[in-house]
C-alpha cells in the first residue's frame, strides 16, 4: 500500500522561504518510472501542477514558478523536498504531494498522480 | 491560467447519465498525451479516476467511463448518486509548458 505525507509550516510570512517535505512508504524513488509531484490548490480553487521529480533524478517545473522553486529527493529517507522561494499571500493553498507514474518511463509524458497525501495548508502572512 | 478548460457545473437527478467535458489543444490532448481524470470529494484529497483516457483503477465503479478525441476528452458518470457530488478535474501534458497540466475543475450536483 502506497502512503505518503505532507509535512512543513502551515504559516509563513510574506518573502520567506517554504519548505515542504513529503514522506512516503510502499515504494522506492529508485523503481525505474516512478516519480513524485507536487500540486497545490489555492481555497475554493482548482489544482495547479508545481513541480514532479524522477526515479532517475530528472526533474520538472511549472514555468510560471520555476524561477522559485526547488524539489530534491533523499532516496535512503524516501523523502522529497519542495522548496519555493520568496511566498506571497498569493501562494496560499493546500500543498499536496502524489506518487506519479505513467506508460512511459522514458519520457513522463504520459504520468498520472496516483496516490495524493492528505495536504497541508499553507497560509502567507504577515 | 489553466489550458484545460472544464464548465463549471453539471448538474443531475439521481440515475441520470452526466458528461464533464475537458477542452485543450495541439500542445495537450490534440497532440496525443493522455487525459487522467481525479475525483474530489469536499474536504479531502483528489484521487484517480480515470487514467490514460479510459482505464478505471481497481475500485472504481464502472459507471465512470473516459473517451478521448481530437483535443478534447470527456467524463461520464452513469447511474448518477448523491455519493458522486464532488468536484471533478482532467490532468494532461503540455509540450509547450513541458509539464503537467490539470483542467478547471467542474462540480458536480446531485439534484
Known amino acids: 500500500q502506497i502512503t505518503l505525507k505532507e509535512s512543513g509550516p502551515t504559516l509563513v510570512k510574506p518573502t520567506q522561504t517554504l519548505t515542504l517535505t513529503c514522506t512516503f512508504s510502499?515504494?522506492?524513488?529508485?523503481?525505474?518510472?516512478?516519480?513524485v509531484g507536487w500540486i497545490r490548490q489555492p481555497p475554493g480553487k482548482a489544482l495547479e501542477w508545481l513541480a514532479l521529480?524522477?526515479?532517475?533524478?530528472?526533474?520538472r517545473y511549472s514555468p510560471s514558478l520555476k524561477s522559485r522553486l526547488t524539489i530534491t529527493k533523499d532516496t535512503s529517507k524516501n523523502q522529497v523536498v519542495l522548496t519555493m522561494t520568496n511566498m506571497d499571500p498569493v501562494d496560499t493553498a493546500t500543498y499536496y504531494c502524489?506518487?506519479?507514474?505513467?506508460?512511459?518511463?522514458?519520457?513522463?509524458?504520459?504520468?498520472?498522480?496516483?496516490?495524493w497525501g492528505q495536504g497541508t495548508l499553507v497560509t502567507v502572512s504577515s | 491560467q489553466s489550458v484545460l478548460t472544464q464548465p463549471p457545473s453539471v448538474s443531475g437527478a439521481p440515475g441520470q447519465r452526466v458528461t464533464i467535458s475537458c477542452t485543450g489543444s495541439s500542445s495537450n490532448i490534440g497532440a496525443g498525451y493522455d487525459v487522467h481524470w481525479y475525483q474530489q470529494l469536499p474536504g479531502t484529497a483528489p484521487k484517480l479516476l480515470i487514467y490514460g483516457n479510459s482505464n478505471r483503477p481497481s475500485g472504481v465503479p464502472d459507471r465512470f467511463s473516459g473517451s478521448k478525441s481530437g483535443t478534447s476528452a470527456s467524463l461520464a458518470i452513469s447511474g448518477l448518486q448523491a455519493e458522486d457530488e464532488a468536484d471533478y478535474y482532467c490532468?494532461?501534458?503540455?509540450?509547450?509548458?513541458?509539464?503537467?497540466?490539470f483542467g478547471t475543475g467542474t462540480k458536480v450536483t446531485v439534484l
Open positions: 502524489a506518487h506519479s507514474q505513467g506508460d512511459d518511463i522514458l519520457t513522463g509524458y504520459y504520468n498520472w498522480f496516483d496516490p
Open positions: 510502499g515504494f522506492s524513488l529508485s523503481t525505474s518510472g516512478v516519480g
Open positions: 490532468q494532461s501534458y503540455d509540450s509547450s509548458l513541458s509539464g503537467y497540466v
Open positions: 521529480i524522477y526515479w532517475d533524478d530528472d526533474k
